[in-house]
T-cell receptor, first 116, second 108 residues
Framework: GAGVSQSPSNKVTEKGKDVELRCDPI?????LYWYRQSLGQGLEFLIY????????KSGLPSDRFSAERTGGSVSTLTIQRTQQEDSAVYLC??????????????FGPGTRLLVL | AQRVTQPEKLLSVFKGAPVELKCNYS??????LFWYVQYSRQRLQLLLR??SRESIKGFTADLNKGETSFHLKKPFAQEEDSAMYYC??????????FGTGTRLTVIP
């Protein structure tokens, strides 16, 4: 079946502009995660959505970052007033999570963001 | 606070040689640990998890709570094992804390 999809695959923007990154999780997956993969930094957790519960935003690096998940499916990660240090690959993952469970996370291909 | 440490950014071994990718963690609760792998031009994917005690593609990893380690091992490396490997720790919620990764290169 279809896996996690993300769009765009690549995004080049100018410093100070806002960007929106989209994630379509696997159908039926209740949990959705955003991570950031920076050069030399590994993978950094950003935010986690589980069903209708309030999202875990503990990984968001600043208030310029926000995310929404509409209808329990598609999610959008928004970065306002982008900075050069925001340049990274943004990964989305989804899982059949129940709280406290250990469901496998399935990753999308990522969006490569470059801020000039 | 939780932390995952992968001390080697790069690791090269010859084909047929044993390989060990190191992972150490710090976590006050009961840890669940995973290894994820990203092959060239492919998505990040789960390789194995400690609770399953399984061997995937010849790889095994044992959780050592005394040493707070979860090293990934394979007795005989293959060229197709060349990839980026990430150790990850799951905390009480379902989000994962990843190490910085180790790039494994298997030399023919």
């Amino acid at each position: 079946g279809a896996g996690v999809s993300q769009s765009p695959s690549n995004k080049v923007t100018e410093k100070g502009k806002d960007v929106e990154l989209r994630c379509d999780p696997i159908s039926g997956h209740t949990a959705l995660y955003w991570y950031r993969q920076s050069l030399g930094q590994g993978l950094e957790f950003l935010i986690y959505f589980q069903g209708n519960s309030a999202p875990d935003k503990s990984g968001l690096p600043s208030d310029r970052f926000s995310a929404e998940r509409t209808g329990g499916s598609v999610s959008t990660l928004t970065i306002q007033r982008t900075q050069q240090e925001d340049s990274a690959v943004y990964l989305c993952a989804s899982s059949l999570a129940a709280r406290g469970g250990s469901e496998t996370q399935y990753f999308g291909p990522g969006t490569r963001l470059l801020v000039l | 606070a939780q932390r995952v440490t992968q001390p080697e950014k790069l690791l090269s071994v010859f084909k047929g040689a044993p390989v060990e990718l190191k992972c150490n963690y710090s976590y006050s609760g009961s840890p669940e640990l995973f290894w994820y792998v990203q092959y060239s031009r492919q998505r990040l994917q789960l390789l194995l998890r400690h609770i399953s005690r399984e061997s995937i593609k010849g790889f095994t990893a044992d959780l050592n709570k005394g040493e707070t380690s979860f090293h990934l091992k394979k007795p005989f490396a293959q060229e197709e094992d060349s990839a980026m490997y990430y150790c990850a720790l799951k905390t009480g919620a379902n989000n994962l804390f990843f190490g910085t990764g180790t790039r494994l290169t298997v030399i023919p």
